[in-house]
Every structure is written in structure tokens, then in C-alpha cells.
């Protein structure tokens, strides 16, 4: 930057903080009225100054490394230790360097220049000369326009923070869950105000998780990291090519056992798959040709079943799950592709007891995720077997699956008009009354009774009123 060309009053209105500003306007005065000397020393203290300030905005975001800086400094200043205050002044870069990483390596290099010719300006046993150091003009105004363009016009961004703030975040109640919701929370509270380097170490430990399963203690969470990844790539898109090079040598070097994350992954981030090296392709393509029900310990790898070099091999391994490997597979990653499988295990539940256990095991993980023609289909085979209508907890369960549906996703009519008449016929209106008035809610209108049937007398008979607790056919 030429630094003769800038206006120190444009340069002014670039700082964040108004108490900065005062500061560094008195080595803007100083400069002015040629008292260069001043300038530095009045440009140091200020720079000083907004790195605290700086520090405190972190430090109410949790930031660690800030706040036990901080603690010292405010010790120091409590207890009027002059030569602490000094010594934390004088370490203040370093730590800015180190620990916190709100200043850059580069942005270190100048800033300590600044501070050792404002030293030399200030201190006369700093100068082996008989006369304290006098900068030039030009020095005085570079000095003046790196403390600004480094840290005075600069956010306070975070930096080694940023890992044991999500850490600990992803694992609280209060990480969203919504898939959008991460991406909009990640990119306000993560990617925000945080260096491009440290986005993209950021990028790699959240792929180094999905990957190789470290840490140990986020393999769970997997349904949150993978949209935390994918607000790194949509809304920290300049650090997203570095990141993708660091991630494909991940996947191309990654260990045997390691292969079905890795195809979970690709599933995810399906672009990366051309860029992958050609063995590593045949040898995730081989790991799914040759994946049996009898040997599927990670269920991960189903999520490949979405693209289309996989996606033969997966159904026909999905079609042959039975109901133990079906129900870990729900629980592992309830796609959509699982439905039909779980809906269809559901509809021949052969007991109440049964049914209710499909209901948990195979249905509820859907919550959220169905549209209008799953929810169809599950009315129907509530109604389509005597097990499932007549077990105990299907209306409660049913009600709390069809309660986080959208409106929009909601039964159609017709469905909506089968299953009443179904349960007027059957005389189950009143277990599920709840039911029947929360999808009443949106506008639907109860249909006119349909004209007795010449077996409904029987129909009644076949599933007559019983206490739940009454003895329960297992078959």
C-alpha cells in the first residue's frame, strides 16, 4: 500500500471502537502538527487499548484464552501492580499471536516494529545515541496506517476458541437440530468472526470427526456435524478449496475399517467424488458390492444409497435387512429410502405389543421427515391391521408423529376421510378423538358417515371394545 495517498481523517472512520478512535486521534494530531515521535507513542497506546477492548467482546463469548488474559490485566490493574501492567503490555502481541489468534503471524511482524520504535521514541535507554530516535515522516505514517488496516478498522475474530466452543455447543440441548437451523447458527456463532485459517482447521476437524471418528465423544452427532461442515462450504466459501484438497487426502489415506464413513461422507458431499483417486474409488465401490446384511456393523454406509454408482447394490442390501438390522438401521440414519422397508414392517405387526415396539423403533425416528404421501401411507396401515388400530399407544404415538409434521405435509383428505370411516366402523372413535380433532385443525371436515355395509354388524364384532390391558394375542 502506498501509505502517502491515505487520508489519516478517512483512516479515522475506519476504527471500531469509539474509545480507540480517541486515542489513535491524538497520533493523528501528533503527526499533523509534526510531533512524530508522539504520533507513535499515541498510536501504540491506542493500538493497546483495542486489542483489550477487543479481548473483552471474546472473552463475553466464552473465548478462554482472552478471559484468563484478561483476569491478569484486571488483577494487575486492581492492585496497581505497575511492572505486571507493563510486562502484560509488553507480551500483549505475542499472546494476541499465540494464544488467542486475534492477530495474524504477518500483522505480529509490523505491529512489533511499531512497538520498538515507539520504544525508541519513548525511552532514551532504548537509543545508544545521545538524541531519542526521530521516525521520518514516512515511518511515522506507515506505523499509523498498520495499526488501523491490522487491528484498530479489524472485528475480533476467534481462533483456537472456536474448538472448544463447539465442543462443547454440539453437545448441549441447545445446538439446533433443524438442518437449516445449523446452518444459519454455525455460520452466525462459528464462521462469523473467525479467521480464514482457523475456518478452515475448523472445516477439518469437523471432516476428521465424520471420517475417522475423533473425537470419540462427537461419533453420535454425526447428524449435526455434517450440516456444520456444510455451512463451511456454503457460507465460508473462500476457505471451502483448501479445505476440499485436506479432506480428499483424508478419504484417499483413510483406513479399511474407516470406508463406510467415508461413503456416508460422499453422500453428503458428493462432488468430491470425481476428485477422489482412482483406488480409493474401487475400493469403496467394492465395499458396497460386497456389504451382507450378516456382516453390516455400520450403518453408515446405507447413506450411499443416493448416488447413483451405489445405489443398486445398497437397495438390494436395504430389501434384505431383517427386522433387528432394519431397526438399527433406522436408528442410525432414518432415510428416506428406509421408509418403505419400516412402513411395510409396521403394517404386518403381528401383535400389539409388537406393533407398538415398530411404532417406536421403526416409525418414530421418521418424526419430521415424512411428506403427505408417507403420512398417507402409515394412516393406512394403522387401519389396515386390527394390531396396530387396536394396541394401546398407536394413538399416542401416531398424535406426536403427525404433531411435527408440516402443515403442508400433512395427511391428504382422502386418507384423512379412510381412516375415520375405518374408525366409526370399528368403533374406535374415542380412543382416537384426539387424533381425529388434531387433524380437524387445518380445515378438514369429518365426512358423512359411509352406508352401513351388509357385514358391519360383523365388522364391529371383529375388533370388539376391550381394556388395553386385556390378554394380547401374540402370534
Known sequence: MDTGFVDLDILLTRIRHPQSK??????????????????????????VYDLIAKYRELSAMG????????????????AGDIAKLLQL?????????????????????????????????????FSAEADLFEPSPELARLHLVNAVDLVL?????QGKAIFDLYDVDVQSPGFPTAYERILDYVEQRYLARVRTQNVRNFGTVLAKSLLKGVPAHWDPLHRKIIPSLVAVRERAAPAWPDLTQAII???????????????AFIAAFPDLWPQLQEPTRTA??????????????????????????????????????????????????????????????YKGSGSW???????????????????????????????????????AETDTLLLALLRNATPADRPSHDARNRFYQHIRRTRRTDKYEDVIIFLQSDGWVLPPPEPPAEDDDLAG???????????????
Not at 368 to 384: C, F, H, M, S, T
Not at 461 to 475: C, G, I, L, V, Y
Open 249 to 263: 487426502r483424508l478419504i484417499d489415506n483413510l483406513e479399511p475399517a474407516n470406508r463406510p464413513r467415508a461413503i
Open 22 to 47: 480517541l486515542y489513535f486521534l491524538d497520533a493523528v494530531k501528533a503527526y499533523k502538527a509534526g510531533a512524530l515521535r508522539g504520533a507513535l507513542t499515541s498510536a501504540w497506546v491506542a493500538l
Open 153 to 157: 478498522s479489524q472485528e475480533p475474530l
Open 284 to 345: 469403496l465401490q467394492a465395499t458396497i458390492d460386497n456389504a451382507a446384511p450378516a456382516t453390516l456393523t455400520d450403518y453408515r454406509i446405507l447413506a450411499g444409497v443416493t448416488l447413483p454408482q451405489f445405489r443398486v447394490a445398497l437397495l438390494a442390501l436395504i430389501a434384505a435387512l431383517d427386522r433387528e438390522h432394519l431397526v438399527n438401521a433406522v436408528a442410525s440414519h432414518p432415510l428416506a429410502d428406509l421408509w418403505a422397508r419400516a412402513v411395510e414392517e
Open 63 to 78: 473465548d478462554a484464552a482472552t478471559t484468563a488474559f484478561l483476569q491478569s490485566w484486571d488483577n494487575a490493574t486492581v
Open 353 to 391: 405389543r409388537r406393533s407398538e415396539a415398530n411404532f417406536s423403533d421403526l416409525i418414530t425416528p421418521f418424526a419430521g421427515r415424512l411428506g403427505r404421501q408417507q403420512l398417507d401411507e402409515l394412516l393406512d396401515a394403522v387401519i389396515d391391521n386390527g394390531q396396530n388400530w387396536d394396541a
Open 89 to 125: 503490555e509488553g507480551s500483549i502481541l505475542e499472546d494476541a499471536t499465540a494464544n488467542t489468534q486475534v492477530v495474524n503471524r504477518i500483522a505480529k511482524t509490523h505491529l512489533e516494529r511499531l512497538r520498538e520504535d515507539r520504544h525508541l521514541c519513548a525511552h532514551p535507554a
Open 461 to 475: 364384532a371383529e375388533t370388539p371394545d376391550r381394556p388395553d390391558d386385556a390378554p394380547k394375542h401374540e402370534s
